[in-house]
């Protein structure tokens, strides 16, 4: 029996992707569980550029969002990526992805976009028809990888306005942040 607030689980798939240097590696796309918690947490510290959360919030990722969320993980045990992504209660058909890590060892394996394709084929089974994403105007990369996406699919992409730098707490170091949209996607 499933206890209330666990995430259902999902089923794993695994491929072989091959990395920069060439060596080719076994990759588990699971849902995460607390227990990688600090593993998400310690990854988006190392990864430099992103905003960290608390280590809570990746605990949560595991308990409240593992139906939603990713982790991969390499056959060595190592972790080469998450997305940390939950169904926004207003939007229902709606996947909105928080973060997206790669570690460094595997970047440009395609990991990251591997993930949210992942994401995507489990939010379908749930009759979500559309990813979102708040992305800061200078993060070319991740505006790259979400118009990848909807490339691969052949569903629309688009950017619009959402949070304002004057919403942040400081004196506007940080940036605002974009929305993206994939989708509808079927």
């Known amino acids: 029996m499933q206890r209330l607030g666990m995430a259902r689980p999902v089923r794993d798939t695994s491929e072989t992707l091959k990395l920069p240097d060439d060596e080719p590696t076994s990759i588990t796309f699971r849902s995460p569980t ?6 998400m947490w310690t990854l988006t510290r190392d990864a ?3 905003d960290l959360n608390s280590p809570y919030a990746y ?3 595991g308990h409240h969002f593992g139906s939603t969320s990713i982790v991969a993980e390499a056959g ?10 939950y169904s926004p209660p207003d939007e229902p058909d709606t996947v909105f992805v928080w973060q997206v890590i790669t570690n460094p060892r595997f970047r440009g394996a395609g990991v990251g976009r ?6 995507i084929d489990r939010a379908r089974t749930r009759g979500i028809t559309t990813m979102t994403a ?6 070319d990369a991740s505006k790259a990888l979400f118009s990848a996406v909807a490339r691969d699919l052949g569903v629309d992409y688009g950017e619009r306005p959402c949070f304002g730098q004057e ?5 506007g170091e940080h940036e605002p942040e974009d929305e993206v949209r994939v989708g509808p996607f079927g």
């Open 34 to 39: 607390p227990a990688d918690g600090a593993t």
């Open 48 to 50: 430099g550029g992103l």
């Open 59 to 61: 605990l949560l990722a």
């Open 76 to 85: 060595d045990g190592d972790l080469a990526g998450f997305v940390f992504a």
């Open 114 to 119: 591997r993930m949210l394709h992942e994401v």
């Open 134 to 139: 708040t992305v800061t105007p200078s993060n």
């Open 167 to 171: 919403l942040f707490p400081g004196d």
